[in-house]
């Protein structure tokens, strides 16, 4: 069986532990390969190599940075089934759900092609009088990303192609439960002739992102995963000086007003529910039903939900698969228990489901809790799993107040044909990511995507121009020329320039 390498300026290489995990696939529970975790002197060379790569990069012009992006991207779209099928293999998705991801990582590279745009400063003539000034936007130096198992392909891709693309060179310290994209990927920046040392990929657990956190040649962290580890990775990195963006977990809501259409709301509740075994930052996992619409609404969606098919991400016909893991399996079932326990009502139970040919697969079939007080555990926490959760509330307030005083604040969408509850919905709304009429609101490439309160830490989101303010330094210039007569003896008052 294969143990996976590490890939370090430009070629793969054995971890200089001997640490390595089980890479499994979740659809069968059978070990699939093994992946190495990076010891501190690991990433030790790897920041070396990235920092030796750094000023050849940086001096590197962006149009040719530019070029090879583009050669990477059509050397993506030429793998996308296989960068799909190691996805899916290693997290479960399906593989029709692991392509569209791929596509999603490959829009964010067709951004980061634009950089000799993107990168252009401001210029402003007669700032004061004979005086210009412009802004330049700068490489921040060796940048690191860290990603969780849930998309192993677009993730990082939120993330590397904007920091190379400025100019950057980056460490990336994949999900160890599912390493290979990430592999795959820096041998295909290869092809696509990135030189050596400015895309690395050090597979491994704390010990590896501790290195990162600390070490004082990088120079920012970008990280996407739970609420707890986003918190660590921020204040430590930030205590080494480190800019840091620090994507957290979720609870997302839909608001369900009375006037929504019934139908076509409860089919996009399906796909954002269940689809990816609901182990997606971006899934709704709880639907606040606003009046009279509770009812038939929960009766609509058990009626979907019925109808979905549970099975291994590689087989036709399948929606949803497994989940990452037997804990995690475990996990989801144990928070079954207590919404059971609490009193909500079990509408739809997923636990013991047996997928044919797959009785070792770590499988959850889809879930559905009506009566749900936020008082419950299952409100109160982040399932991550194909659980979805229904809450009532009498009004538009009472539904805003609600998902206002929830700590996280992902993403959230509102079903209604009214343009006044939408409108009062995205204006009062304390959410980073509002969709109307649309159940995933993932913004495109060149739009910012992050949370707010405890689904983000730090400032800047991912991708669009956020993704470039957070890799790029600002500077100022500013410039006069003087004539012979224009020189004055010096002054010690403040300059004005007006
Ligand atoms: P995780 O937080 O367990 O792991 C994320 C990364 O951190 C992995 O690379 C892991 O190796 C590392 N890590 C884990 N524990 C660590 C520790 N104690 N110290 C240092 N590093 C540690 O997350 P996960 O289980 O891989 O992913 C699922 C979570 O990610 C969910 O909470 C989900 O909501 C969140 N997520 C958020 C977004 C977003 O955009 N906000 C996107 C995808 C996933």
Same mark, same amino acid.
């Given at each position: 069986?294969?143990?996976?390498?590490?890939?370090?300026?430009?070629?793969?290489?054995?971890?200089?532990?001997?640490?390595?995990?089980?890479?499994?696939?979740?659809? *069968? /529970?059978?070990?699939?390969?093994?992946?190495?975790?990076?010891?501190?002197?690991?990433?030790?060379?790897?920041?070396?190599?990235?920092?030796?790569?750094?000023?050849?990069?940086?001096?590197?012009?962006?149009?040719? #940075?530019?070029?090879?992006?583009?050669?990477?991207?059509?050397?993506?779209?030429?793998?996308?089934?296989?960068?799909?099928?190691?996805?899916?293999?290693?997290?479960?998705?399906?593989?029709?759900?692991?392509?569209?991801?791929?596509?999603?990582?490959?829009?964010?590279?067709?951004?980061?092609?634009?950089?000799?745009?993107?990168?252009?400063?401001?210029?402003?003539?007669?700032?004061?009088?004979?005086?210009?000034?412009?802004?330049?936007?700068?490489?921040?130096?060796?940048?690191?990303?860290?990603?969780?198992?849930?998309?192993?392909?677009?993730?990082?891709?939120?993330?590397?192609?904007?920091?190379?693309?400025?100019?950057?060179?980056?460490?990336?310290?994949?999900?160890?439960?599912?390493?290979?994209?990430?592999?795959?990927?820096?041998?295909?920046?290869?092809?696509?002739?990135?030189?050596?040392?400015?895309?690395?990929?050090?597979? /491994?657990?704390?010990?590896?992102?501790?290195?990162?956190?600390?070490?004082?040649?990088?120079?920012?962290?970008?990280?996407?995963?739970?609420?707890?580890?986003?918190?660590?990775?921020?204040?430590?990195?930030?205590?080494?000086?480190? #800019?840091?963006?620090?994507? /957290?977990?979720?609870?997302?809501?839909?608001?369900?007003?009375?006037?929504?259409?019934?139908?076509?709301?409860?089919?996009?509740?399906?796909?954002?529910?269940?689809?990816?075994?609901?182990?997606?930052?971006?899934?709704?996992?709880?639907?606040?039903?606003?009046?009279?619409?509770?009812?038939?609404?929960?009766?609509?969606?058990?009626?979907?939900?019925?109808?979905?098919?549970?099975?291994?991400?590689?087989?036709?016909?399948?929606?949803?698969?497994?989940?990452?893991?037997?804990?995690?399996?475990?996990?989801?079932?144990?928070?079954?228990?207590?919404?059971?326990?609490?009193?909500?009502?079990?509408?739809?139970?997923?636990?013991?489901?047996?997928?044919?040919?797959?009785?070792?697969?770590?499988?959850?079939?889809?879930?559905?809790?009506?009566?749900?007080?936020?008082?419950?555990?299952?409100?109160?926490?982040?399932?991550?799993?194909?659980?979805?959760?229904?809450?009532?509330?009498?009004?538009?307030?009472?539904?805003?107040?609600?998902?206002?005083?929830?700590?996280?604040?992902?993403?959230?969408?509102?079903?209604?044909?009214?343009?006044?509850?939408?409108?009062?919905?995205?204006?009062?709304?304390?959410?980073?990511?509002?969709?109307?009429?649309?159940?995933?609101?993932?913004?495109?490439?060149?739009?910012?995507?992050?949370?707010?309160?405890?689904?983000?830490?730090?400032?800047?989101?991912?991708?669009?121009?956020?993704?470039?303010?957070?890799?790029?330094?600002?500077?100022?210039?500013? *410039?006069?020329?003087?004539?012979?007569?224009?020189?004055?003896?010096? *002054?010690?008052?403040?300059?004005?320039?007006?």
């Amino acid at each position: 069986m294969d143990t996976l390498s590490l890939w370090i300026n430009g070629k793969h290489v054995e971890s200089l532990g001997s640490r390595t995990l089980d890479v499994h696939n979740p659809a *069968t /529970g059978k070990v699939m390969r093994h992946v190495p975790l990076a010891t501190m002197e690991d990433v030790n060379v790897a920041i070396e190599a990235a920092k030796a790569a750094f000023p050849g990069w940086r001096d590197t012009t962006p149009l040719r #940075r530019s070029r090879i992006l583009n050669k990477f991207r059509d050397l993506l779209e030429t793998h996308r089934a296989e960068l799909a099928r190691l996805a899916s293999e290693e997290h479960g998705k399906t593989l029709e759900d692991a392509t569209g991801s791929v596509q999603r990582g490959i829009e964010v590279v067709e951004f980061a092609v634009g950089a000799p745009h993107l990168l252009k400063g401001e210029h402003a003539e007669n700032v004061g009088r004979g005086v210009d000034c412009h802004s330049m936007l700068q490489p921040v130096g060796v940048c690191a990303g860290i990603t969780p198992f849930n998309f192993p392909a677009m993730v990082p891709m939120w993330m590397f192609p904007i920091a190379i693309a400025c100019g950057n060179t980056f460490v990336l310290k994949p999900s160890e439960k599912v390493p290979s994209c990430s592999l795959r990927m820096a041998e295909l920046l290869k092809d696509a002739g990135l030189p050596d040392g400015v895309f690395n990929v050090v597979p /491994g657990d704390k010990e590896a992102v501790d290195a990162l956190l600390i070490h004082p040649d990088v120079r920012a962290i970008s990280f996407v995963g739970s609420t707890p580890v986003a918190k660590y990775i921020y204040e430590t990195a930030a205590n080494h000086g480190k #800019r840091v963006q620090a994507l /957290g977990g979720a609870k997302n809501h839909a608001v369900v007003m009375p006037d929504a259409s019934l139908d076509f709301t409860a089919d996009a509740i399906m796909g954002a529910a269940y689809g990816s075994a609901g182990e997606r930052c971006m899934a709704i996992s709880t639907v606040v039903a606003v009046g009279d619409i509770a009812d038939s609404l929960v009766a609509k969606l058990k009626e979907k939900a019925d109808k979905l098919v549970v099975g291994s991400g590689d087989q036709k016909g399948v929606d949803m698969g497994p989940v990452i893991s037997s804990q995690h399996r475990d996990k989801i079932v144990g928070y079954i228990d207590s919404g059971v326990a609490q009193g909500a009502k079990l509408v739809k139970d997923g636990r013991g489901i047996v997928v044919a040919g797959f009785e070792n697969g770590y499988f959850v079939g889809p879930t559905l809790f009506d009566h749900v007080s936020t008082e419950m555990t299952i409100y109160r926490e982040e399932i991550f799993g194909p659980v979805l959760i229904v809450l009532r509330a009498a009004s538009l307030s009472d539904a805003i107040n609600l998902i206002n005083s929830n700590p996280y604040a992902n993403g959230t969408a509102i079903f209604t044909s009214s343009g006044a509850a939408a409108r009062r919905f995205q204006n009062e709304i304390e959410v980073g990511m509002v969709g109307i009429n649309v159940p995933i609101p993932v913004p495109m490439a060149f739009f910012s995507f992050g949370g707010w309160k405890a689904s983000l830490f730090g400032d800047l989101h991912m991708h669009g121009m956020e993704g470039v303010y957070f890799y790029t330094r600002t500077k100022a210039v500013t *410039t006069r020329w003087p004539e012979q007569s224009d020189r004055k003896t010096s *002054t010690l008052v403040m300059p004005t320039l007006g």
